[in-house]
């Protein structure tokens, strides 16, 4: 794995400046309503690799047992503040900032299921379903950008990292001022990402920090709540015992997802990040 620490440091230099202007505050809080609304690429589906190679050989990969993750441990502790929220999750494994305007291609290209189908863009059945049951859809969440940034892990190409944080910059405020619009009393939560590399390549971390300071800075400026799962899974002690306990990275597929015990954590984090526990 070969990383750039001139354009690394340059992309976090450029994400900063970037931020400088942000001034919105978080949206007023408000309870959870009937429907929770879970976006987002492989950590909203719970993917886990060691379960899909086994459904996949077995002939057939069932949606429905992904059913460990932060999106169903977070609707799981909504049930109890609100009972029935119903869950909707459009998750999309392998989806980028840029995917999300436009099509699923775990779904659309590769015939694999999702949790609730959908034909098209995850932007537009969100915002379809918002519309479609509008003042019912709160809370919304939301972990996009690391498929962005990831393949500048082994690209070539200097610019890859600014370009990629760049574009992530611009998608997430598109998404979220589009989400506030159409759900403007909603409780929207983003999530920032934990570093799976952190351990054996302690480099990408400089690639992680900048990624999640492009999160934050699109979140504040449309009053969205911010979810922090690099705490808890990067810098909690001891590590790296704490990264492999809570993701699958230092198993024999070196998959990046996150254990169950790793998705429970996430989804502490969105929870404390709702304010609904109080």
């Known amino acids: 794995m070969r990383f750039r620490p001139i354009a690394i440091m340059a992309a976090i230099a450029a994400s900063l400046v970037s931020s400088a202007s942000v001034s919105a505050g978080p949206a007023s809080f408000n309870q959870p309503k009937h429907y929770y609304l879970a976006l987002g690429d492989s950590l909203a589906f719970g993917y886990q690799q060691a379960k899909f190679n086994a459904e996949a050989a077995a002939g057939g990969v069932d949606a429905t047992t992904f059913n460990t993750g932060y999106v169903d441990d977070f609707g799981a502790k909504l049930r109890a503040v609100k009972h029935p929220t119903r869950m909707v999750n459009f ?12 099509a699923c291609s775990w779904h659309a290209v590769g015939g694999l299921p999702l949790h609730d189908t959908y034909s098209g863009s995850q932007e537009s059945a969100a915002l379809a379903f918002i519309g479609d049951h509008r003042n019912q859809v709160s809370p919304i969440t939301l972990d996009l950008g690391a498929n962005d940034t990831t393949p ?11 370009n990629a944080l760049a574009r992530v910059g611009a998608n997430l405020d598109r998404a979220l001022g589009e989400l506030r619009a159409a759900a403007p009393n909603a409780e929207i939560i983003v999530m920032t990402y934990y570093d799976p590399y952190a351990a054996v390549a302690p480099q990408s971390l400089a690639i992680t920090h900048a990624l999640n ?37 230092c198993t024999a597929l070196h998959d990046i997802h996150a254990s169950d015990a790793g998705y429970a954590v996430i989804a502490q984090q969105f929870w404390a990040a709702s304010d609904y526990g109080p």
Do not use: K, M, W
């Open 213 to 249: 300071n492009a999160i934050t800075t699109a979140a504040a400026a449309h009053g969205v709540r911010v979810a922090d799962a690099f705490t808890p899974i990067n810098l909690a002690q001891p590590q790296p015992a704490t990264l492999c306990a809570l993701t699958l990275v």
């Open 91 to 102: 998750g999309c494994p392998g989806e980028t900032t840029a995917s999300y305007f436009t």
């Open 152 to 162: 500048c892990f082994t690209s070539p190409d200097p610019a890859c990292v600014a």
